[in-house]
Structures are given as C-alpha cells and as structure tokens.
C-alpha cells in the first residue's frame, strides 16, 4: 500500500471518530435538553442566580450576585487563597484620567 | 490521472517517507503539537460549554435583584424598601428572600441555605417536579412563632448525602446564638438538577429567618419581576435612583458575569494558554531558527537531482500539513473525550477547588466550525509559516553552496 493511502485511512479513522463523537454528544445534548423544563422550574421557582460549580467560598458559589473583590474584604490586604478564585477574569487595570 | 494530482500525491509520498525516516523527532513534534493542541481546546470546549450552560439554564432567573450594600459591603435589605418601589410602573412584583450559607463543621461542607415564599415565585406550583421524592417545604403553620415548630427542608442531592439523611429523617442545624434548630427532610431534589440544586437546603422563609435569626423587617435581597423585558435595564435604572444605598443587578449582567468568568482571560485560563504558549514558542522557535545540516543536505541534494525551488517548498508544505494536520485531530479529538467524558477531569481540581460538595454534571460543548477554524489559526498557521519559511530561505540558496556549507 502507498504511504499516501496509509496516511488517508489514519485521516479517515481519525474524522470517522470525531464525527462518532459529535454524534454521541448530540445525543447527550438532546438529554439534558430534555431535563431543561425541570432546572427552569428549579431557577424560576427559587429565584436562582447562579450553578452550584464550586462551594469553597461564597464568591464562587455565587459570583453573580456578590462581588468579584470580596476576596479581598475578609481585611485589608487580605489575599485572595481559595483555587476556585483563580477562574476570576482580572478587572481592566486602572488608568488615571489624564 | 491527472498529472498535477498525481504529482503532488507522489510528494505526499515521499514527504511521508521522509517523516518516517526522522520517526522518533516527528513523533515527539507531534506528540508535543497534539498536547498544546489539547489543552488550548480543552480550555475552549470547558468556557463555551459552561458559557452556553449558563445562558441556557438561568434564562428564567430573576429579572433584577436588589441588594442593600453599606460600606462596600452587601448587608440585609429593609423590606420597607417595597413600598419606595410601588411607584414604579412596571414592576409585576417584589419578592423578598433569605438566603446564606451554613457551613458544616463535621464535614468542612459549605450548604446554601435558601429561603423564600413559594406562593410569591414565579413557577413555584411546580416545584415539585424538581424534587424526586416529598413537596416543598410550605409555610409554617405558626407563622408567628416557627422556632416552635419542625420546619421542612428539600435538600439538594448532595446534601442528604453528605449527611446520610433520607426523606423524613430529621436534623438539626445550629442558629447564630449556638441554640439548635430541628428540621425534617420532607423533600429530595433530583439528582438532574445538581448543577442548580446539589448543596441546596430550601426552606420557607419564615424558618430561614429563624434559622439565620434574620431580624423581621429584613430579607437578604429582593427580586424584582417586570411585565415588559424589555423594560428591565429601565426599570433597574429607576430602583437604582429611587434606592441609591443599593446595588441593582439585572439578568443580564448576572449572565456577563459569566462570561466573565469563563472567559479566556480568566486566571485560569491565562496559566494554561501561558503553558501552552511556551511549549508551542520552543516547538517554532525550533523549527524557525534554521534547518538542521542534515535537512540542508537533502535539500542541496535534491535540488542537483533537479528538483525545482517551488517542488522543494510543496514538499516541505506536505510534512507541516501532515504532521499539524494528524497533532490537531487528535488534540481535538482527545479534548473533547476529555471535556464530555472525563467531565474536564484535568481542570476539576481548579473548578471544585476546595469544595466538599461539588456535583457530577456533564458538559456538552456544541463544536461549531467558528471554534475549530479559531483553534485552527491558532495553532496550525503558526506550524506551517514558522516550517515552510526556512524552507523556502534554504532552497533559494543554490545547491553547491549549500551543500559546502
């Protein structure tokens, strides 16, 4: 066999696999569509504002409706110490207005 | 066949057989490309599947929320506040709620407890859908006077199992003052619904606010709920010039902050691209820097044998391609394993943190052809220009003088 064909069958092996896998994850997608109804039942019937990801700290737990800087309220210059912390986007640096 | 096809496909030819004699290095390259590969897409997978799961399932959440803020910091709202509210047109209604946390000391466990008035949410008929077993906890019969009465909880999946506790059984959760507060199971939410609900103990809010010893006349937000969407930025305007001491967070922003966080600026996500970054500059830099003595002799070599500039550069152009073509499809393929099967296992331990209770959930990342072209030019391009550059530098340059030098 011609090394060019080889390398076409690895190619063709390797989409064949992606597209089984996008296949199955349609499938799943298609599941947890359908458990959709119930969780906008969970959000609208107890006024939820946030996934339940990380529990560590109330700024994870919550980082919609508490501050992005209450890392650093516990006391001043209190670092922030929990890992889940690290998935905070950083703020745009401060400019003075010229 | 067609001639120009045929050539290129004996390029192709040689171009693999080429590889196959420097089989260890171009394995390693690969093997390294498909590892930046992987978790550059992995990271990308991770945000946008999260991203889309949060727009999708907190669709329904409160139109605005208001909470009362005192020297930076968010403190218990007066629910006298309603009443500055009742002028503005618009509002359906306001719902107070209770809601905190209970941290365990047993288990090291953080709970959120939620209390609100399931008479006053929107959907709240339905509750009882989201639980597998029991209803909702109901309002107290003595209103006046819960800390009399065993109060009803529905606790979240995760919960019952950290405290072994089935439906019926009863518990006790300890108030500020130390004294005890005894509750029983009457509900057990679905496990479906952990990514919501897994750490949920709800109450009413008469018996958070026994639980917590929330003084009557305070609630620790307030949700607001408009009849006309698209008033709601309006609307948030209004509260937030008609209660100045308080901070008005839409629906909107509350799925930007999301975006926020999941964003490929994050923290996170800046370590990674950082590691992968660095692996992918010394990949290129190698490449860059100059073909090896040995490379520049079989292009000297090929060129005496009549290989023409062009030819040389094809056939380089077929090595990039094959190598950054096979590393992409399997960074990607691996990375999506990763994300949907392994449930992002690598980043799990920066996602919980330090959690105790953390749910299962499965992430599906809708792969659109903008993701995989974006991933693409991220990654391929840089391979193929920083390859056929010192190519095209050393087949320029004629072949005795290569050869000699």
Redesign the interface.
């Known amino acids: 066999m011609?090394?060019?064909a080889?390398?076409a069958l690895?190619?063709l092996i390797?989409?064949a696999?992606?597209a089984l896998?996008?296949i199955q994850?349609r499938g799943?997608?298609d599941r947890?569509q359908a458990?959709?109804?119930?969780?906008?039942?969970?959000?609208?019937?107890?006024?939820?504002?946030?996934?339940?990801?990380?529990?560590?700290?109330?700024y994870?737990?919550?980082?919609?409706?508490?501050?992005p800087l209450a890392p650093f309220?516990s006391h001043p210059g209190s670092i922030e110490h929990?890992?889940?912390?690290?998935?905070?986007?950083?703020p745009p640096p401060y400019r003075r207005q010229p | 066949m067609n001639r120009a096809l045929a050539k290129q496909?004996n390029l192709?030819?040689f171009a693999?057989?080429s590889l196959?004699r420097r089989r260890w290095k171009n394995g390693a390259v690969l093997l390294v490309f498909a590892g930046v590969i992987f978790l550059i897409s992995s990271f990308h997978l991770v945000t946008t599947a999260?991203t889309a799961?949060?727009q999708?399932?907190?669709?329904?959440?409160?139109d605005i929320?208001i909470?009362k803020m005192t020297a930076?910091?968010?403190e218990s709202i007066p629910l006298a506040y309603q009443e500055k509210l009742t002028g503005l047109f618009g509002i359906k209604k306001v719902?107070p709620?209770i809601w905190g946390?209970y941290f365990d000391e047993v288990r090291e466990?953080?709970?959120?407890v939620?209390g609100?008035d399931?008479e006053q949410?929107?959907?709240?008929e339905?509750?009882g859908?989201?639980l597998a077993r029991g209803h909702?906890p109901a309002a107290p019969a003595n209103a006046a006077a819960p800390e009399a009465e065993i109060a009803p909880a529905a606790l979240?999946s995760l919960v019952s199992e950290a405290l072994e506790l089935e439906h019926g059984a009863f518990f006790s959760l300890f108030r500020p003052d130390l004294s005890l507060k005894t509750l029983q199971v009457s509900g057990l939410?679905?496990p479906?619904?952990?990514?919501?609900?897994?750490?949920?103990i709800?109450l009413h809010i008469g018996e958070a606010r026994d639980l917590f010893q929330v003084p009557a006349g305070l609630a620790t937000?307030l949700?607001v709920y408009v009849y006309n969407p698209a008033e709601i930025n309006n609307l948030a305007r209004r509260i937030a010039e008609a209660l100045p001491d308080s901070r008005v967070?839409t629906r909107e922003?509350?799925a930007r902050?999301?975006q926020?966080?999941?964003?490929w600026?994050?923290?996170?996500a800046a370590?990674c691209l950082l590691a992968a970054l660095a692996a992918f500059a010394i990949l290129a830099w190698d490449k860059a820097s100059g073909l090896s003595p040995e490379e520049r002799r079989e292009v000297a070599v090929l060129k005496i044998v009549g290989w023409e500039t062009p030819d040389i550069l094809a056939l380089r152009s077929w090595e990039a391609l094959?190598v950054a073509?096979?590393a992409f499809?399997?960074g990607?393929?691996l990375a999506?394993?990763h994300v949907?099967y392994f449930a992002a296992g690598l980043f799990r331990?920066?996602?919980?943190?330090?959690?105790?209770?953390?749910?299962h959930f499965?992430l599906?990342?809708?792969?659109e052809a903008q993701d995989v072209l974006l991933l693409f030019s991220l990654t391929v391009l840089p391979y193929l220009a920083a390859t056929v550059i010192p190519t095209w530098r050393c087949a320029s340059v004629p072949a005795e003088d290569a050869l000699s030098g």
């Open positions: 011609r090394p060019v080889l390398a690895g190619l390797l989409l696999c992606g896998l996008l994850g799943l997608a947890q458990a959709l109804p119930v969780l906008e039942i969970a959000v609208a019937g107890l006024g939820l504002t946030d996934l339940c990801l990380a529990t560590e700290a109330r994870t737990r919550h980082p919609a409706v508490s501050d309220m929990f890992p889940t912390g690290s998935f905070w986007a950083p | 496909l192709v030819d693999l057989s196959w999260l799961t949060t999708r399932v907190l669709a329904p959440a409160p929320v909470q930076g910091r968010q719902v709620r946390y466990a953080n709970f959120t939620i609100v399931p949410m929107p959907l709240a339905h509750l859908q989201v909702f979240g939410f679905r479906e619904s952990d990514l919501l609900t897994a750490d949920l709800a937000d949700c967070l922003q509350v902050t999301y926020a966080v999941f964003g600026r994050s923290g996170f370590v094959l073509g096979f499809l399997l990607l393929l999506y394993i949907v331990p920066v996602m919980v943190g330090w959690s105790v209770i953390h749910p499965t599906i990342p809708q792969l």
